[in-house]
DNA sequence: ATGGTGGCGGTGCCA
């Protein structure tokens, strides 16, 4: 089955993209972030003509999750744990059938962070805290799991066109990268990074400056497979396509194949 | 160059 994650900067902006790359790429199961919209206004009915079933959390103006799959979804979350004051829609997680086994699916928006610091800064710091803690409770399942996203996290100075121009932002501070680090060291695997070391690929770009035409971006979504879900991993990449497209996301999507046999 | 672009919503905020 194919995994994607892709932040659309806005659904009502990128429908079109959306169900074009859709038809073009065939994903299993998509996570979405940046739907920047309510439920309410979320295209059901052109998701579903599509061929996949939704799941979604909602905001009006920012933020906005959405789990898509070609299989009935099972939601198990629709909040990060950890801070019940926090009304940002930024996590969903659900089941998935694949095959003949399940796959459970997180799709997060991580914030941004910026400025840093600050209290922007605090709160990215201490979400990434309430994903550790909630990855390390998936982990006592010994399920397949994925928790896929836009994790507005730089993993190393190889996944960022110039370093030097990003020391200073909450994407690449080193509390960032490290609270990333212990994520995955909890034991989760990099898709894209397992299959494809030595960086220089990237998922955003900046739609200043000819970033794009210049391919000055950096590498910010991932998809973190946990051990049972890495055994099944086949192959992984970035899809370049709609970003060369009018109108893009800032985004492309990154994906993953897990085999649906058993190991 | 203390800039630059894009989405939302109708002004600045957020990224």
Sequence with gaps: MKIATWNVNSLKARQDHLLRWLKEFTPDVVLLQELKGAEDSFPFMEINAAGYE????????????????????????????????????????????????S??????????????????????????????????????????????????????ASDVYDPSKWTRDALFLPESRNALRCIVNLGLTDAFAALH????????WDYRAGSWDRDEGCRIDHLLLSPQAADRLTASGIDK?????????????????????VN
């Design 54 to 101: 939704a799941a979604v959390v909602g905001q009006k103006t920012y933020n906005g999750v959405a789990i898509l799959s070609k299989t009935p979804i099972v939601v198990t979350q629709r909040r990060l744990p950890g801070e019940e004051e926090d009304e940002q829609a930024r996590y969903i997680e659900g089941i998935v059938q694949g095959g003949s086994q």
């Design 103 to 156: 796959v459970r699916v997180g799709c997060l928006y991580l914030p941004n962070g910026n400025p840093a610091p600050g209290d922007k800064y605090d709160y990215k710091i201490r979400w990434m805290r309430r994903l550790y803690a909630h990855a390390r409770e998936l982990l006592k399942t010994d399920e397949a799991f994925v928790l896929g996203g836009d994790y507005n996290v730089i993993p190393e």
């Design 197 to 204: 070391p030595g960086g220089g690929r990237y998922s955003w």
């Design 241 to 261: 396509t709609p970003r060369g497209w009018d109108k893009p996301s800032d985004h492309t999507p990154v994906w993953c194949e897990l085999k649906c046999g």
